[in-house]
């Protein structure tokens, strides 16, 4: 279920108004203006292993740090759900964070795999005000979990949450055009559900009901 969760966070990530519209322009430099496929698919790959393993190394740190905590488990559920529901407040527009911004489009080419890894990894920091609202749902639900291998695999499916859409779109951005515009026009409410669904998630955090249904189920 957790692991569902930060998946589902991940794609909504990929989906936001400050990553969607900077898709095609990163895909041009990942094709390196060759227009092969191959090229853009290998290089795409490369990018999101690079913000994974930055973005699971995270997930590592909030996981141990969650585990030196749980002894205080309650508290900790409730800080966490807390933080989660002004991210959801954040995205709603009811309070507004300056961190999450989104990010400047000043891209760079990317000339090989290894360029387009380290970009990747590198631009994992840049990309953080855009996805910081569900990154950090992610990284709360990877400290309540108070397990390093537990933190390290929700920050994995959020990766992948994040990533999958991205390599499939570098590979058919032609057909999916259409799908995009019709995201794009419904921001508004794509954000409304997006905001209730981190509220509803800090709630259920807050008050133990996530991990008793998570305890229920294993």
Do not use: W
Request: hydrophobic share 55%.
């Amino acid at each position: 279920m957790q692991y569902l969760i930060t998946f589902l966070e991940g794609i909504i990530s990929f989906i936001s108004p400050c990553m969607l519209p900077m898709l095609p322009m990163y895909i041009t430099y990942f094709a390196g203006g060759s227009g092969e496929k191959k090229k853009t698919f290998t290089r795409s790959l490369a990018f999101v292993l690079g913000f994974t393993v930055v973005f699971t190394l995270l997930g590592v740190f909030a996981g141990t740090l969650g585990r030196f905590l749980s002894r205080y488990q309650t508290a900790v559920n409730i800080v966490c759900g807390i933080m989660v529901i002004i991210f959801g407040l954040s995205y709603l527009e009811v309070l507004r964070l300056p961190f999450f911004k989104g990010v400047q489009s000043g891209t760079r080419k990317t000339t090989g795999i290894l360029s387009a890894f380290l970009f990747g990894m590198i631009y994992s920091v840049n990309l953080t005000p855009c996805v910081g609202a569900f990154l950090g749902s992610a990284l709360m639900l990877a400290s309540s979990a108070g397990s390093t291998f537990m933190g390290m695999l929700l920050l994995l499916a959020y990766s992948l949450g994040l990533g999958i859409p991205f390599v499939i779109s570098a590979v058919l951005i032609d057909s999916l055009r259409s799908v995009f515009g019709f995201i794009k026009k419904h921001y508004k409410v794509i954000n409304t559900v997006c905001g209730l669904f981190l509220i509803l998630i800090g709630i259920f955090m807050m008050t133990g009901l996530l991990q008793a249904a998570l305890s229920v189920m294993m």
